[in-house]
């Protein structure tokens, strides 16, 4: 009998004597840093991948890692596995994850696991669960945030699927991911695509976050003039406050690089066009058939794309487009160190505004889908292994906790009464300088008329239904009466009930 291998020599799987208690395919970053990780955690890993080449070379580099299990064919991996077999699927998302879970299913038995931790969409997991459990195998769709580094050192896990198969893999998951406060960031979130459903709109609110740090760089640059070894000071210092975060840390380092080449900022050698791999623009589909106003998440993606518009863009500035009024902070009578502090307190608020419309998506998701899953354990697993890991994700937790039912996060105590004490204020301030300056801030903006919107009495909706019912006979509901209404508008304008 051999022991697990730990060397470039492949064993033949049937004459280990101790079987992996977990398997992953596709030996890219990902799948090689999970299993690295599985590995550093004490448990034997059996590992695959279609060009064998890969399999090997992670032996060679971290074979003496621990206990690995290489395969070269799929047969001998899934022999490799105790009972009931794990195999974590991590390849490329879509044809190859489809390719490889039919040849999991193919050589695995009743009850085995197959899990895909891709970013799969949620509507491929349920339909990949459906067909998988036909062949008496259980399939988790498993959202892994944290990226290359958090793969080997602690991700945070979204995992779906039944909650039987939770029972067995649970106990590996909580092992590998991140810990905060000694808890896993990990917990199962609900059946069949609720996994990945979550961690799409994990990847939404990241745009979201992303575009509001980009807005206040902006503002600060081009507005308050600040350069960028200064702006990776302010970053870091807001990142000892309320903002504290994996992404206004890295901010900081951004801006505090110098191009190699040039010895210019490294913000300046980069070109501004911002690319997406789809997670985004996913979540804002759903939204909107959800009827789900995320109106930060879906700036934050045309955002990107309007970025992206390199000719237009380039369209646009020969023909000269008018910009606002060109006028400085100082002329506008703004002071400085005021100005950076309004910019701080309304990244906050648009920041609050992208994760209550993500939750709210989530909860409309589930409702819809029957999934039950619990916000506030999404933001308790949220808080480490992930991008947008913070430490503002203790408050929503506590805001859950206070009250599960929450209709919106904007309105728990602690929110609404940061929003009241002066958050508003000073996103106002800034949204209205950035306005008159001609400078963009889609996401402050747009975060600041959803809140207004949420909050006012009354809205414009009443004259589009006055509208609606003019043109189309589309009826409306009166304030002071049940029932539905019709008034003959080309007639004698009598009302009519319905
Ligand atoms: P990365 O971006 O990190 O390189 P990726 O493109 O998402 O990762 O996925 C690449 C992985 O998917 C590789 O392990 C690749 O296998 P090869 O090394 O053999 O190319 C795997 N992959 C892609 N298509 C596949 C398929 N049809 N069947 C099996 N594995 C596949």
Not at 27 to 39: E, K, Y
Not at 157 to 164: D, K, L, Q, T, V
Not at 332 to 339: C, K, Q, S, T, V
Request: glycine content about 10%.
């Amino acid at each position: 009998m051999t022991q697990p291998a730990n060397s470039p020599e492949t064993p033949s799987p049937e004459h280990a004597d101790s079987l992996a208690q977990i398997g992953v395919v596709g030996m890219a970053v990902m799948g090689s840093n999970l299993a690295r990780n599985f590995v550093s955690k004490g448990h034997t890993v059996a590992i695959y991948n279609r060009s064998p080449e890969k399999t090997r070379a992670v032996m060679e580099q971290h074979g003496h890692e621990g206990a690995f299990i290489p395969s070269e064919t799929i047969e001998d991996f899934v022999a490799s596995l105790e009972r009931p077999r794990k195999a974590i699927i991590m390849v490329q998302a879509g044809p190859a994850t489809d390719a490889v879970i039919d040849q999991l299913a193919a050589a695995m038995d009743e009850g085995d696991i197959i899990i895909d931790g891709g970013n799969a969409l949620f509507t491929d997991t349920i339909r990949r669960e459906r067909d998988v459990a036909a062949r008496g195998r259980h399939f988790v769709g498993a959202g892994i945030s944290g990226g290359e580094e958090g793969a080997l050192n602690g991700p945070s896990i979204m995992p779906g699927g039944p909650a039987e198969s939770w029972e067995t893999l649970g106990p590996l998951l909580e092992d590998i991911s991140a810990k905060v406060d000694g808890e896993p960031c990990v917990t199962h979130i609900g059946p069949d695509g609720a996994g990945h459903f979550v961690k799409m709109v994990h990847n939404g609110i990241e745009y979201a976050d992303m575009q509001v740090i980009g807005e206040a760089y902006h503002l600060l640059r081009y507005a308050a003039g600040i350069e960028p070894a200064e702006l990776a000071d302010i970053f870091s210092e807001w990142n000892e406050g309320d903002l504290d975060s994996y992404l206004i840390e890295i901010t900081a380092e951004v801006l505090r690089q110098k191009d190699a080449r040039t010895g210019q900022p490294f913000i300046d050698v980069i070109v501004d066009a911002a690319g997406q791999k789809g997670t985004g623009r996913w979540t804002v589909k759903e939204a909107l058939d959800l009827g789900v106003p995320v109106t930060g998440i879906g700036e934050a993606v045309f955002a990107r794309a309007l970025s992206s518009a390199l000719a237009q863009r380039e369209a646009a500035q020969n023909i000269g487009l008018p910009a606002g009024d060109t006028t400085t902070l100082e002329a506008l009578g703004i002071e400085r160190d005021a100005f950076v502090e309004d910019v701080r307190r309304a990244l906050y608020a648009s920041k609050l505004v992208a994760y209550a419309q993500g939750f709210d998506e989530i909860n409309a998701g589930s409702q819809e889908y029957g999934w039950g899953v619990q916000p506030g354990d999404l933001a308790r697993i949220w808080r480490g292994g992930c991008i947008i890991r913070a430490k503002f994700l203790n408050r929503i937790t506590e805001a859950y906790e206070r009250d599960p039912e929450l209709p919106s996060l904007l309105l728990d105590p602690y929110f609404k009464a940061e929003l009241e004490k002066g958050l508003v204020d000073s996103w106002r301030r800034v949204v209205v300088t950035a306005t008159q300056l001609g400078l963009p801030v889609p996401v402050f903006a747009s975060s600041l008329s959803y809140y207004d919107s949420l909050r006012a009495k009354r809205l414009p909706a009443a004259l589009i239904q006055g509208q609606r019912d003019f043109f189309g006979a589309h009826t409306y509901r009166r304030v002071d009466m049940e029932g539905t209404f019709h008034t003959a508008w080309s007639g004698d304008r009598e009302e009519l009930s319905y």
